[in-house]
């Protein structure tokens, strides 16, 4: 009995050195989940900054070491401490991303609570994550996500990785700004004795480092606000006007942009050397396809249209960060790849043609890729295909310069609907890393004439002395437009397309009744595509005492109301193009016009407007055209730009009166 109580003793005993022991900083680690570390202690007593406003929260700290191991691959090693300051803030994560060329090294995540209570992301609070971006992928990139309990209004979210980074990397991005402000963050970059680097800076003035120790090297940015776009009408992509900072400490790590940019392209060159190589296969085939072609347009046209219409887009991302290719003849044969393996096919093809073609790196968010900052950043690849001298042709509307005098045809073979000649508006206007070697160049991707873009819309119809109003309307859109329109009908049902276009109808014809929906379309991507359809409205014209009140533009709305706000962003339209109406209303029988709307006539270096309301006999007719030129306008054109938005609202609402004869 007494040696059952000693023993009771001795193990109450242990059990409380055990549990001072796990209580300890040092020994935790040995009993449970780690604690929070002394520097997410500190942050979470930092105050709330005024600057917050109503953000959903705040990032007290942001803090990246960039070191390298004995073989000289990069090691990331990132903190953040996250204050939660209203319920849209709750939805924060930890999170750390990887692929078959990167590896997580640790990972942690703790909430400390308001009251100062503290709780790690157990293993059920940590989940793994494919790549979701498109729904058809075959991809090694997951994200590895923590979600620890507590996350409430006044909690701190705290996480910390460490990431072994992919042996080829050789630079660092910094992204310093986001969608809620900052209160303090760096970047440190702790390079090997007698290693160089290079910096370069977007949308913030730069920063000069600290040498905290020889060659390492610290940048710091104390309260920085937060990118908001909300409310904010025609800006730039997000990500085109965050502030960055790129570090380059390979071969890239030279003076001059032009010569990184060089430098960047060789490294794509080389990586994709022999993968664009024609097969015999290909050779056959293309050299079959391209027999008898009149002129280089017909030839390539060919090329481009087999690449477009029977080649799958299928993500495909593995090999250097699924940046390298597939083989041209695997392309060929499986009839399905990714952007770079189209553009690899592209290539292919086009040299058992005998044309020269390249890879062109690119950015879907048109502003991302900046002159100034020379980086292998990108989430798309295109081509530029050489243009024999002595070729001009009306149809190739996308033909740029390169810095040696050679003509780059530019053209998207992932974008199945957009003839040759044409491009993507997210793509114009922004810059390509032309990759080709020793003449590897940063090339200023075109923006197109509005010409290249048009949509032409003709309505007749005829207005009963009851208001209804019944009539058709043809369309052509031809460019980037009627690529749209292409692509619609290829992921759509027929019943749906009629309700998009009723319901489209009807934004400016309430009560509208479509009784017929047609779209023809093509089998030429640079004919126009056609939609067809006839409606009857009633109560479109409205009586007043003995006369009625119409509105003369029946349909399509291109004027959006935006506050006058002083405005320091950028203002984007999403493409140049023009965009033509033309409608008849005939009359009710008695009735003559009586009063039309005041034309309109409106010319703006980067647009113009122009409209007018007719009468002749028993037809009223209304006919404008509007045009824009430029795709992106200096913050200080806002007051033009609202001018023209002035006149296109207070023109699409006039009424012309009718009264009895």
């Known amino acids: ?49 005024a600057s917050a406003g109503d953000a959903g929260s705040v990032i007290l700290i942001s803090e990246i070491v960039v070191s390298f191991d004995s073989s000289g691959r990069a090691i990331e090693h990132i903190r953040e401490a ?10 924060a994560f930890c999170s750390a991303s990887y692929n078959a060329d990167q590896k997580i090294i640790s990972f942690h995540a703790w909430t400390i609570a308001a009251d100062g209570r503290q709780y790690p992301a157990q293993d059920t609070d940590i989940a793994e994550k494919g790549d979701t971006d498109v729904p058809q992928m ?42 809620i402000p900052v209160l303090s963050e760096a970047l440190e970059i702790d390079l090997p004795p007698g ?32 990118l908001d776009l909300r409310d904010l009408p025609l800006t730039p992509a997000w990500e085109a006007l965050a502030a960055r900072m790129t570090v380059q400490w390979g071969d890239a790590a030279v003076q001059g942009a032009e010569n990184q940019w060089r430098i960047l392209g060789k490294w794509v060159t080389t990586l994709e050397a ?53 083989y041209a003849q695997d392309i060929y044969r499986n009839r399905y790849g990714d952007c770079k393996d189209k553009s690899t096919l592209l290539i292919a093809m086009a040299q058992a043609a005998g044309l020269h073609a390249f890879y062109v790196a690119v950015d879907t968010q048109r502003g991302f890729v900046d002159p100034a900052l020379p980086s292998i950043d990108g989430n798309h690849m295109i081509a530029a295909i050489e243009v024999p001298a002595g070729v001009q042709d009306a149809r190739l509307k996308t033909v740029i310069a390169g810095r040696e005098g050679k003509r780059y045809l530019i053209f998207d073979p992932t974008d199945e609907r957009t003839p040759l000649g044409n491009l993507p508006p997210p793509l114009q206007g922004g810059y390509g890393l032309l990759c080709a070697g020793e003449a590897s160049q940063l090339l200023a991707l075109p923006v197109l004439d509005p010409s290249a873009n048009t949509s032409d819309r003709k309505g007749s119809f005829t207005l009963t002395a009851d208001g209804t109003l019944a009539g058709s309307v043809d369309v052509l859109r031809t460019g980037t437009t009627g690529a749209d329109q292409r692509l619609y009908v290829k992921y759509t049902e027929e019943k749906d397309r009629r309700q998009q276009v009723e319901t489209a109808v009807a934004h400016d014809v309430p009560g509208v009744v479509l ?53 320091t962003i950028p203002i984007e339209f999403a493409a140049t193009g023009r965009w033509h109406d033309s409608y008849e209303i005939k009359l009710p029988d008695g009735y003559i016009v009586d009063e039309t709307p005041d034309p309109v006539d409106l010319d703006l270096d980067f647009a113009s407007y ?11 007719r209304f006919e404008r055209e509007f045009v824009v ?8 054109q806002w007051p033009a730009f609202r001018k023209l938005e002035s006149a296109i609202l207070s023109d699409e609402k006039g009424t012309a009166v009718l009264k009895k004869q």
């Open 82 to 91: 996250r204050r939660i300051l209203k319920p849209k803030g709750r939805d």
């Open 138 to 179: 075959l991809s090694t990139s997951k994200t590895r996500v923590a979600i620890p309990p507590a996350i409430d209004v006044g909690a701190v979210l705290v996480c910390e990785s460490e990431e072994l980074l992919e042996a080829y990397l050789q630079e660092t991005t910094w992204h310093v700004q986001y969608g």
């Open 515 to 567: 009784s017929s929906v047609r779209f023809v379309e093509p089998s030429e991507l640079d004919k126009p595509m056609e939609l067809h359809y006839s409606f009857s409205a009633a109560q479109y014209a409205r009586p007043a005492a003995s006369m009625l009140l119409v509105r003369p533009r029946v349909i399509a709305t291109y004027g959006e109301f935006t506050a006058n706000k002083p405005r």
């Open 195 to 226: 290693r160089a680097y290079t910096v370069a800076w977007h949308g913030h003035e730069p920063v000069q480092p600290v040498e905290v120790a020889p060659n390492h090297w610290r940048w710091e940015i104390k309260n920085l606000p937060a």
């Open 274 to 326: 022999d993968r664009s190589n024609p097969s015999p296969e290909i050779t056959t085939a293309v050299q079959s396809m391209v027999a008898n072609a009149p002129d280089f347009y017909t030839k390539l046209s060919r090329i481009t249209s087999f690449i477009q219409k029977d080649v799958r887009y299928f993500i495909v991302m593995r090999g250097i960060g699924g940046m390298q290719a597939n």
């Open 1 to 49: 009995m007494l040696f059952a109580i000693a023993l009771k003793r001795i193990l109450c005993l242990l059990t409380i050195m055990l549990l001072a022991l796990a209580s300890h900083p040092a020994w935790a680690g040995l009993f449970g989940p780690k604690p929070p570390p002394q520097w997410a202690l500190d942050a979470a007593k930092s105050e709330t900054p």
């Open 610 to 620: 122009h409209s007018a309301v007719t009468a002749k006999g028993n037809l009223l």
């Open 629 to 636: 030129r430029q795709l992106e306008l200096p913050a200080t």
